[in-house]
């Protein structure tokens, strides 16, 4: 049991940097920093609370949340989706939404715990980690490439239909060609 949850936790890094979708900015090297305590090594229990530390695994179940009317269930996370003027009682997408779903918020709120937990039991065990650097170059990174990709997106915005068309077909030939790369 011990290796699967040791695994569980290497896999962290992978599980915040893909994370359904959303960026959670997770600080890489914490998971090996925090793996590689051994005197005394974390208990059972200290692991278990950081495996679930929000009490479930939200990623079983991506989209859903906890339904604060009824203990126990799960609700689909609607917070991106409007009235339907067209349709009274139904709801459409929200193509301006560009806000936090609550699910997102969810994921971040587990992140954030998991890092504090982490940082707890390593300063239990004497060993001082500060990850406020590494989150800061990480999130100044992850901005500089969306700025990338939105001058992208607007240069290409104003090529003719036809040398988008090509462009879209390279880049998806190339994106193809690393989904069934070989290591």
Same mark, same amino acid.
């Given at each position: 049991?011990?290796?699967t949850?040791? $695994?569980?936790i290497?896999?962290?890094?992978?599980?915040? $940097?893909?994370?359904?979708?959303?960026?959670?900015?997770?600080?890489?090297?914490?998971?090996?920093?925090?793996?590689?305590?051994? +005197? @005394? &090594?974390?208990?059972?229990?200290?692991? =278990?609370?950081l495996?679930?530390?929000?009490?479930? +695994?939200?990623?079983? *179940?991506?989209?859903?949340l906890?339904? @604060?009317?009824?203990?126990?269930?799960l609700? *689909?996370?609607?917070?991106?989706?409007?009235?339907n003027?067209?349709?009274p009682? $139904?709801?459409?997408w +929200?193509?301006?939404? =560009?806000g &936090? &779903?609550?699910?997102?918020?969810?994921?971040?709120?587990?992140?954030? +715990? $998991?890092?504090?937990?982490?940082?707890?039991?390593?300063?239990s065990?004497?060993?001082?980690?500060?990850p406020?650097?590494?989150?800061e170059?990480?999130?100044?990174? *992850?901005?500089?490439?969306?700025?990338?990709? &939105?001058?992208?997106?607007e240069?290409?915005?104003?090529?003719?239909?036809?040398e988008?068309?090509r462009?879209?077909?390279?880049d998806?030939?190339?994106?193809m060609?690393?989904?069934?790369?070989?290591?």
């Amino acid at each position: 049991m011990l290796i699967t949850i040791r $695994r569980r936790i290497k896999a962290f890094d992978e599980l915040y $940097r893909y994370c359904h979708g959303y960026h959670i900015n997770w600080p890489s090297g914490l998971t090996e920093k925090f793996l590689s305590i051994d +005197n @005394p &090594t974390p208990t059972i229990l200290q692991l =278990s609370k950081l495996m679930e530390p929000l009490g479930w +695994n939200i990623h079983k *179940y991506p989209g859903y949340l906890q339904d @604060p009317d009824r203990k126990g269930y799960l609700k *689909y996370d609607y917070s991106h989706y409007i009235p339907n003027p067209d349709k009274p009682g $139904r709801m459409k997408w +929200n193509d301006d939404y =560009s806000g &936090t &779903t609550e699910y997102e918020k969810l994921l971040r709120e587990e992140a954030q +715990n $998991r890092i504090q937990i982490m940082l707890e039991i390593m300063k239990s065990r004497g060993i001082d980690y500060d990850p406020t650097p590494i989150l800061e170059k990480q999130q100044k990174e *992850y901005e500089e490439q969306q700025r990338q990709a &939105t001058r992208k997106r607007e240069e290409r915005l104003k090529l003719p239909a036809e040398e988008r068309e090509r462009l879209f077909n390279e880049d998806m030939e190339e994106i193809m060609s690393g989904v069934f790369r070989t290591k």
